[in-house]
């Protein structure tokens, strides 16, 4: 199985770079795992958001593969116990070859990426720094592996 994380950024910090590289390094031979980052648009002048923001979306759109399964993070959207990220990656294990996890930059996503997804899922309601959120979502999805293989990381 592949995961794309496609996030839109522009350089992360020293922190956030060692902490993806311990999860990345962590994950199994049978998921395959990719960070992808996709510029963040200048933000100049008075450019309306939205502007940004298409140009953000048409190249996460330029990196989805055909029949892959797409998720959103999104503020609106469902949130997920670490279980369901465990029950949610198996199922993915079974049905679909490639996953794609996209992280919108701090405008959001438009409607047209937005519509290219068939989950959209919020990581709780409180607001996260764009880095620490690419961190936790590799952190989880770790622990959805290591529920999955019954691995004591995961403590109930």
């Known amino acids: 199985m592949h995961i794309q994380l496609i996030n839109v950024a522009q350089k992360m910090p020293a922190w ?5 590289d311990d999860y990345l390094k962590r994950m199994p031979r049978e998921i395959s795992l990719k960070l992808v980052t996709v510029p963040l648009a200048a933000r100049k002048g008075k450019q309306p958001a939205e502007r940004q923001k298409q140009r953000e979306s048409e190249l996460i759109i330029d990196k989805l593969t055909p029949g892959s399964l797409n998720l959103a993070l999104d503020e609106r959207g469902e949130q997920w116990s670490s279980q369901d990220w465990s029950r949610q990656l198996q199922r993915w294990m079974f049905e679909f070859p490639r996953v794609n996890l996209i992280i919108g930059g701090p405008d959001g996503l438009t409607r047209q990426c937005l ?3 068939q989950h959209r899922v919020s990581m709780g309601r409180m607001t996260m720094p764009h880095a620490l959120v690419k961190v936790v979502l590799l952190e989880q999805l770790y622990r959805a ?3 999955l293989q019954g691995h004591p990381y995961h403590r109930e």
Do not use: L
């Open 115 to 117: 519509e290219r997804c």
């Open 16 to 20: 956030v770079d060692t902490a993806c």
């Open 145 to 147: 592996w290591s529920i």
